[in-house]
Each structure stands twice: as structure tokens, then as C-alpha cells.
T-cell receptor, first 115, second 113 residues
């Protein structure tokens, strides 16, 4: 069964702690993305990666870090430097078609609450 | 950064009424995609439009891409309670490296039975 998995679904952390969100895909997609969703704000891009061992900052990368050591995996670390980390985090992937990417497939998301 | 504006932010309709959401970009888009997110769920791809003036239909849903490739709309005819959710447009801006998708803020649709 192909798809994107994110774990855990709900995550609680104390303020000042780093936390890593998992994202795995078995769709053999080249590109992977991390978005943050806040109520009424739509989806904002944190980081994206087009290829293994390479990634670029999105619009709101401050306080976050990523790695892409394997094609299937794109974990996101929310660091203590992120001032307002409580949000719904979505991972997505897509396949390249020429110079563009096709539709994005989203995982179920992780709802992070920092206490 | 580049933005895609989407209106309205919220729409409440009586079941059976029509619904339309609009997206606008200040710059030309290579393509535009539409997604639906059910309450508590994740965005799910609906359709992609690429050509200037393109119109596509999926049952009661009609998608349009403007002639200048700067705006788009999604129209739902005779809404049903299953249409409830937030509808997002997302565009790839023209130029090198069209790999970053810019999402509108979405239109949250409520359908009153």
C-alpha cells in the first residue's frame, strides 16, 4: 500500500525541547515538503527537498531543520528557537515532470502542542 | 515572496445552493492546483490546470484557469453536505525552478442541511 506516513499523530512537548517529526514515503517521489498549518493561515512552506542530501528553505524556515539522507525519509526537527511551534505539520511528496512537479500527496499530519 | 490570494475565507450555504471560490496571483502561474481538506484531515489533490482559459469538470465541480494565467475559480453546483471542507488553490509561479507551490489561505465551506 503506497503512501506517506507521519508519526506520531499527536505530540506534546515542553517548551525549550527540540522535537523531531517523522515523514516516510514509499511512492518513489523525488521531492518532499514540510508545511505548517495554522487556523486561517493556509499552508506555509517550511523546507523542501528535490533530491537526496539537498534541501532548500521555504518561507518560514527559521527555528526548523531537516535532513534528507534517504529518498524515502524527510524528518523535520522543531528546535527550541522556534518561537511559536504549536501547529499542525504536514509532510508531502511529489514526482517531477520536466521542469515542474505534479500534484502533491500529503501525509495525515502531526499535531504538535508545546506546553 | 510570491502570493496567491483566495476569497472568500468562509462561505456558508444552504444545501443545494451553488458555491464559488476565487484565486488571484499578481504574477503569471505555470499551473494551478486545487485541493480539498476535510475537517480534521489532510489536503487531497482535486485537479491541475495548465493551459490558458482551461476549464475542467468533475461531476458537480467546475474549475477554470484565467486567460492570463493569473486567476482561477472553483464552482460547485448544488452543494451537498459531503462538500464540507476547506478548498485550497495552489500555484506554481512561472520561471526557473517551478518546484515551490504557493498555497492560498483557503475557503472554508459549510453546508447547512
Amino acid at each position: 500500500d503506497g503512501g506517506i506516513t507521519q508519526s506520531p499523530k499527536y505530540l506534546f512537548r515542553k517548551e525549550g525541547q527540540n522535537v523531531t517529526l517523522s515523514c516516510e514515503q514509499n511512492l518513489n517521489h523525488d521531492a518532499m515538503y514540510w508545511y505548517r498549518q495554522d487556523p486561517g493561515q493556509g499552508l506555509r512552506l517550511i523546507y523542501y527537498s528535490q533530491i537526496v542530501n539537498d534541501f532548500q528553505k521555504g518561507d518560514i524556515a527559521e527555528g526548523y531543520s531537516v535532513s534528507r539522507e534517504k529518498k524515502e525519509s524527510f524528518p523535520l526537527t522543531v528546535t527550541s528557537a522556534q518561537k511559536n511551534p504549536t501547529a499542525f505539520y504536514l509532510c508531502a511528496s511529489s514526482v517531477r515532470s520536466g521542469t515542474m512537479y505534479n500534484e502533491q500527496f500529503f501525509g495525515p499530519g502531526t499535531r504538535l502542542t508545546v506546553l | 515572496g510570491q502570493q496567491v490570494m483566495q476569497i472568500p475565507q468562509y462561505q456558508h450555504v444552504q444545501e443545494g445552493e451553488d458555491f464559488t471560490t476565487y484565486c488571484n496571483s499578481s504574477t503569471t502561474l505555470s499551473n494551478i492546483q486545487w485541493y480539498k481538506q476535510r475537517p480534521g484531515g489532510h489536503p487531497v489533490f482535486l485537479i491541475q490546470l495548465v493551459k490558458s482559459g482551461e476549464v475542467k469538470k468533475q461531476k458537480r465541480l467546475t474549475f477554470q484557469f484565467g486567460e492570463a494565467k493569473k486567476n482561477s475559480s472553483l464552482h460547485i453546483t448544488a452543494t451537498q453536505t459531503t462538500d464540507v471542507g476547506t478548498y485550497f488553490c495552489a500555484g506554481h509561479h512561472s520561471g526557473a525552478g517551478s518546484y515551490q507551490l504557493t498555497f492560498g489561505k483557503g475557503t472554508k465551506l459549510s453546508v447547512i442541511p
